[in-house]
Structure formats: structure tokens, C-alpha cells
């Protein structure tokens, strides 16, 4: 009974080719977090969406979009990846803003 | 500037010994604080938070905002315990309930 889904589990993709990750919950939570985890360092948190409403952080690269289609998914876009955007990529969701954050597993996503 | 420390990256004990994993941040104001846990192939999970003032699989945190610590103490570690975590403080003036993340810190719990 996966809560929040991320798809794929591992994504390779080429330096420069455009690449979508996946997020998926079951929870009809309000709010969905992108956080971005670089080898041994913290998760950082690259933007959120309180339902429809998109919350960048400021200093969140261009490179990244997020879509958010309907209350149960949520995409992270990279446009043009580099080698440097290498990282686990973390998906949460709340049923508020300053409630629990529920984590799928990540997306690994390796730059070739 | 909003940071979480989390000066020790592996903290090792034996079992049935006292554990303490250290958090310290920087935050202008009455922080949220919280720990999150990970274990081992699985995800990223709420241990407790400040504000339940709660004991959790015999884990509790105390705020000392003198300090500016939130530190994670155990009186008797198990094996169970061993994962990675991660200290977290939200800060509420940005009212987006994102979370800043300390490095974390891996506890090996030996037999």
C-alpha cells in the first residue's frame, strides 16, 4: 500500500536530453515537495505545489520545471540535464503546509 | 542564514548503550524542528517533532533554543535503531513548511 510513488526507481539519461521524473500519491494531499539530494549532502528543496499554486524556490536553477496535472501526481522536468544535476531526487507530500511530509523512495538519476 | 549541523556523520555504539545524535541550527525565531529517519531500503520517515513533545521507539529530542540544539538521545540502543538520520528544521515565516535538512548522521547499533 506504496503512499507515494516515484517512477522510475533509477533514470539514466544523457548530458543535454531532456529527462521527466515521475510522482504519484494516494494520500489526496494539498501539497507536493521536490527535493533534490546530492551524493552526501543534505536534501534540498527545490519547489513545491500547494494544490495548483507553484512555489519555486529562489535559488531553485531555470533548468528545473515541475507540472502538477491533477492532486495525485506530480512531474519534475529537467530540461537540459548536466553532469552536476546527478542526484536522488525526492518526492514528499503533506496534507498542509507545516504537516508531516510523506517520502517516496527517490528517483536516482544519473547523467551520462 | 537557516542551517541545520549535524557535526558527526557516523555515530557507532553497542548495543544497550546511551546514544545522543547531535543537531544544531541556526534560525532567527522559534524554529520547527524535527528528526527524520531512514532505514536501510527504505524511505525517508517522520521520527518525532518538537512540538509533540513525544517519545518515539524511545527516542526523544529536547529543544534548547540557548543552545540552538535539538539533539536525539536514546537511554539504551538496539540494533533496529541502525539507519541514517536526518535533523530538519521548517521554518515558519516562509509558511511552506519546507524542510532544511542537516547532513545526517549514520548510527551503527553493534551487537
Known amino acids: 500500500d506504496a503512499m507515494v510513488i516515484q517512477n522510475p526507481r533509477y533514470q539514466v539519461t544523457q548530458f543535454g536530453k531532456p529527462v521527466t521524473l515521475s510522482c504519484s500519491q494516494t494520500?489526496?494531499?494539498?501539497?507536493m515537495y521536490w527535493y533534490q539530494q546530492k551524493s552526501s549532502q543534505a536534501p534540498k528543496l527545490l519547489f513545491h505545489?500547494?494544490?495548483?499554486?507553484?512555489?519555486n524556490e529562489a535559488d531553485t536553477p531555470d533548468n528545473f520545471q515541475s507540472r502538477r496535472p491533477n492532486t495525485s501526481f506530480c512531474f519534475l522536468d529537467i530540461r537540459s540535464p548536466g553532469l552536476g544535476d546527478a542526484a536522488m531526487y525526492l518526492c514528499?507530500?503533506?496534507?498542509?503546509?507545516?504537516?508531516?511530509?510523506?517520502f517516496g523512495p527517490g528517483t536516482r538519476l544519473t547523467v551520462t | 542564514a537557516q542551517r541545520v549541523t549535524q557535526p558527526e556523520k557516523l555515530l557507532s555504539v553497542f548495543k544497550g548503550a546511551p546514544v545522543e545524535l547531535k543537531c544544531n541550527y541556526s534560525?532567527?525565531?522559534?524554529?520547527?524542528l524535527f528528526w527524520y529517519v531512514q532505514y536501510s531500503r527504505q524511505r525517508l520517515q517522520l521520527l518525532l517533532r518538537?512540538?509533540s513533545r513525544e517519545s518515539i521507539k524511545g527516542f526523544t529530542a529536547d529543544l534548547n533554543k540557548g543552545e540552538t540544539s535539538f539533539h536525539l538521545k536514546k537511554p539504551f540502543a538496539q540494533e533496529e535503531d541502525s539507519a541514517m538520520y536526518y535533523c530538519?528544521?521548517?521554518?515558519?515565516?516562509?509558511?511552506?513548511?519546507?524542510?532544511?535538512f542537516g547532513q545526517g548522521t549514520t548510527l551503527q547499533v553493534k551487537p
Open positions: 505545489y500547494y494544490d495548483k499554486d507553484f512555489n
Open positions: 530538519a528544521l521548517s521554518p515558519p515565516s516562509s509558511n511552506t513548511g519546507k524542510l532544511i
Open positions: 534560525y532567527s525565531g522559534s524554529p520547527e
Open positions: 514528499a507530500t503533506s496534507r498542509d503546509r507545516r504537516y508531516e511530509q510523506y
Open positions: 494520500l489526496n494531499h494539498n501539497v
Open positions: 518538537h512540538i
